[in-house]
């Protein structure tokens, strides 16, 4: 069920993920733990569903407030900036990070933009970023 919500999540389809993260952490309770891995490996399923839920709530708002044609444009961009604190696989952070730039580029806020752009960077060596990526 996580693999399915990450995959919604790469998509771009945030209901669904949400949906399907929650469904997983529904059944948390429902898990044997017979050693202290078991339950290592546990508490960390537990911890990243509560991340992805919560950047998925942040960015459907940001969604919501984009469609709206809202004039709030701090808003949307603080709350792209709240969105790269989830704690997300470097996949989706780069997308946050990405997303986060732009917002803030378009405010012309530089130096966070600028922040955001070391980020970006900062994930080359994870081998994520593809030449058509940086542009």
């Known amino acids: 069920m996580f693999t399915k919500g990450i995959d919604f999540t790469t998509k771009g389809a945030f209901k669904e993920a949400i949906q399907a993260f929650r469904q997983c952490l529904q059944f948390v309770p429902l898990i044997v733990v017979t050693s202290d891995a078991q339950l290592k490996v546990v508490t960390a399923l537990i911890k990243s569903l509560v991340e992805y839920i919560t950047a998925m709530r942040v960015e459907l708002e940001r969604k919501r407030l984009v469609a709206a044609q809202s004039d709030d444009t701090n808003r949307i961009t603080e709350l792209s900036c709240y969105m790269t604190l989830c704690g997300m696989n470097n996949r989706h952070n780069f997308l946050a990070y990405k997303g986060a730039m732009n917002s803030n580029y378009k405010i012309q806020n530089f130096i966070t933009a600028a922040h955001f752009a070391r ?9 994520i970023l593809k030449p ?4």
Do not use: R, Y
């Not at 980020?119 to 081998?127: H, I, R, S």
């Not at 058509?132 to 542009?135: T, Y």
């Open 119 to 127: 980020l970006v960077l900062d994930l080359e060596p994870t081998g």
């Open 132 to 135: 058509e990526d940086i542009v």
